[in-house]
């Protein structure tokens, strides 16, 4: 049973940073990609990064140059750092899984077949 948990969501000003993580379990966590979405209210759930199994990354063009996603493969967790926070980054942020061992990244939701409960990012003006 795969399980994803978030944490490290909450309350920033703009400018300001966080760390979310994520914890995998049941999955052979180094070969599987992994991505970072995010929904505001009344919106879709938008991409905002992933990285492949190999680490290699990429990211919505509207985070890129802020946000860096990473991984450590030892303790099966995958992280997301922002900086430079800005009021439009708020949303809740969910982690995902692809259930396949594959290379590259991995960009669309729907190509993902685990996700995390999500965790409320709020920044303020």
């Known amino acids: 049973q795969v399980q994803l948990v978030e944490s490290g969501g909450g309350l920033v000003q703009a400018g300001g940073s966080l760390r979310l993580s994520c914890a995998a379990s049941g999955l052979t966590f180094s070969m599987n990609p992994m991505g970072w979405f995010r929904q505001a209210p009344g919106k879709e759930r938008d991409f905002v990064a992933a990285i492949s199994r190999s680490g290699g990354s990429t990211y919505a063009d509207s985070v890129k140059g802020r946000f860096t996603i990473s991984k450590d493969n030892a303790k099966n967790m995958v992280f997301l750092q922002m900086n430079s926070l800005k009021p439009e980054d708020t949303a809740v942020y969910y982690c995902?899984?692809?259930?396949?061992?594959?290379?590259?990244?991995?960009?669309?939701?729907?190509?993902?077949?685990?996700w995390g409960q999500g965790t409320q990012v709020t920044v303020s003006s």
């Open positions: 995902a899984a692809e259930g396949r061992w594959r290379t590259g990244v991995v960009t669309t939701a729907q190509e993902y077949d685990y």
